[in-house]
């Protein structure tokens, strides 16, 4: 139980890792975006080796917030791009 707790908390952790990455410009949202399918097979992948059971009710209750933290992602890097660009234009213009 402590293991399947850990790695869903590591799970939750990573909307503010990809924030940060988008935000030194490490990681783009585009390429995020354009790779989705391929992070679902990913996250399934995950879902099942970190459930403890083969109950695929359980694997789906571990993938489903997986799934919304990815797109969650996604749209939090695109608010970094955002706050990123505006900053370069602000330095630009003094």
Known sequence: MTGFLFW??????????IYGLTLMGIIQPESLFKYWRIAVIVIAVLASAITPTTDPVNMALVMGPMILLYFLNIGLGYLALVGRRRKAQAVETT
């Open 8 to 17: 869903i908390g590591i799970t939750f952790e990573f909307p503010l890792v």
